[in-house]
Each structure stands twice: as structure tokens, then as C-alpha cells.
DNA sequence: GTCTATAAGAAGATAGAC
DNA sequence: GTCTATCTTCTTATAGAC
């Protein structure tokens, strides 16, 4: 009577594993002692490591079509919920950059397959793909729609709303990186974060004329 | 009469497999067939696997270093040259981030290392800290400082130079990253990082009053 | 310094008992 | 579905001839 099968087990137990060793570095002796079984029994639920690979990819990409893609990464779509940014302040601006930075940190399976796509990303050309898709072109086509709309509506000085994106993005995703691999440098970070967006606000912000 | 030793050889074509495969998917056999060699006789030059990767480890600090270390990322010392930026306009800062760009992406050890550590930097604490140093913090640093110069300067309005320097560098970090596993849009890239740095350079230009 | 031969072990995977 | 026992292949590394 666990709470997840076996078969589910294998699955979260490898992603750590794979997330923090790489593939080829993970035995399947080492993923079975994870979950408490011999090697052996493993190949009753998968037919063989990559297999368990392939398991993880679908998974995590299901997860991420259901969540990040309907969601629009942040949970509001450009197009419906544009009243609720029409009137944004720098504050919501910084809320919502800081809640958009936790998620992707501390989100255990996003965190987790993010590094397992850092790490096999050059081995693969569809793990490459999808890092592209998930981690760089899909967050800067969001926002670069969500600043077209704000900039149409007259919260924002009339520049480039993609290169707007790109600079609300980017030195977020930079620290991501960072705080990835150093976990003990979030708080920095998140300073890093509110200052960046502070900055950005007075940047981008419509001087009264 | 080769132009480089055996022992280099090695290095320089195990390098180039690690930072396509990673570490523990390159056997001994493969990195001694691209050198031209059989397994055994690398033995000669290196007692171990691990002991061709330190030697790369060293090679590549020494390398950084020389070059990007007492160049400062870009062959300019902030103080030292600082005349020169005085009269910097959007051209020669779009020049600049464009060379910058292309270094880090063409240069063939700068850009094969940055791999072998974005792959490694989970299994090694002092590879984290050396991607972190080499690719965060110093040409953050840098650039700080250049901007804080140029901000004394009067070259632009008075903001916190070190938010500057995440502004103007995330962004091509972000694009690095991309065209690193995806190098057929980098002609793309190029176009993006042209119009972030003119956006950036109109965001903080100083405003005649 | 290069080779062939080979050791010693670990890896992925299967067979078959329970 | 789990286990033990086993197979096969690959891996790192050494020995010793040339």
C-alpha cells in the first residue's frame, strides 16, 4: 500500500539519480537500491535503462505540456487574463518575477529534469530541442506577448516587446543557472532579482509628459 | 614532426569527447583511436582516466587565466583603457557584445571547456564553482565595473552599474547558450543581441535636458 | 612509445526458481 | 514481482615483447 507503484518509483528514483550523476554515469544496480529492489526485478517494469529514459521523457514532458503549457508558465494567459496586468505595478512586476524564479527552483520534477536536459543535452538532438523549447523560446514568446500587450495598452514606453522579453528573462534565467548548481547563493539571488526588476521597471516605465 | 605532441594530442581530442559525450561515456579506447593510437599506450603519457581530465582541468585554468583573466574577458582592462570607452557610442558597444558573442562561441577550447563543465558541474563541486566563476561572476564583475566608469563618466544615466552589467550580459548568455547545442541559429542570435544592445543602449542613454 | 595479450572488474540484460 | 545465478560485453588498467 505505497503511494506510488513500483514501476512510478523507478521512474522518480532515476530522474534523481540521472539529474545528479547523468545517464551513463547511473547503474541500474544503483536506480534498483534507490528503490529497494534487485536489478533484476527491475527489467519486470522496464525492458532496459534507456527505456526507463524514454519512460522519464514522456513523463516529464506530459507534465509539462499539462502545467507550464496551458498554464502559460505562470499560470495566466496573455490573452485572458490582460485586465489583471493592465494595471501592474513595479511590485507585481517583482511578485511575480520572484514567484516565476521559485517555482523553477524548488519545483522538484521542473528542477530536476532541467538538469537532466543541462547535462544530455549535447548527447541528444531532441533533448536539445526541448531544453530550447521549454527553457528559452517558449518563456521569451510568453513574456514578449504579455509585454506587447502591456505596451499596447500604454503600461510600457513603445520599444521591442521580444527584446523587452528577453531582458526581463534573461538575467533571471542566468541566476537560475547559478542558484542550480549553488544553492546556497538563492538568497543573493533573489536580491539580484529585485534589484534587476526595480531597475527594469524604471527603464521601461512611461515618463509622465 | 606533428605540430603537437602525443601527450597533447590527447588532451585536445579528449576534451573534444568529453564535451560531446561527457566523462563517463567516453572509454579510454575512444579517446586513443582518435589520437591514432591504441588504449595501452596511453598509459604511457597519463596513468589514468581520470588523470587525462585533471590534466585538462589545469590546462584550460592556466589558459583562462592568461587570456580572459588578465585581458578581462575582452582584451581591456577597465581602468587602463577607459578613454577609449569614454566616447563609446551604440556601434562600438554592439561591436563589442557581437566580438564578445563570437568569441565565446567560436573560440574552439573556450567554447569545447564551457561544455565539458556545463555537463560536469553537478558531479564535481569544483567544476561548479570554476562554471560559476568563469561564466557568472567574472565577466559580471567586469562589466560592473566598465559600466560604473562610463556611468562616472556621464556615457549614461546614473542606475546600479552592476544590474547594468547583468542587463547587457544575460542576455547574451542566454543566446550562448542556446547556439552552443543549436549553432544553426546563430545568425539568429546575432540579430537579437544587435537589437538588445541598441534597445539597452537607448534604455540608459543619458536624455539631453 | 607503440604494440598484443590479458587480467580484473563492472555493466546491461536474461533464465528460471519461488 | 522478487530473487539468485549467470551470460556477455565492455571498461580500465597492466605486463611484457619490440
Redesign the pocket.
Known sequence: MERQS??DRIITEALKLFAEKGYEA?????I?EAV??????L???Y????NIFTAILTEMSSRYEKQVGSMRMNGITPGADMELFSNMGEEQLIDMGKQLFSFFLHDEYTSLFRRVLTVEQYRDKKLGALYAKQYVDEPLSYQGELFALLMQAGAFIPENPNVMALHFFAPMFLLLILCECHPEREPEAMQMIEQHIRQFSRLYEKKVS
Open positions: 513500483t514501476k547511473v547503474s541500474v544496480a544503483q534498483a529497494g529492489i534487485k536489478a533484476p526485478s527489467y519486470k517494469h525492458k532496459s535503462k534507456q
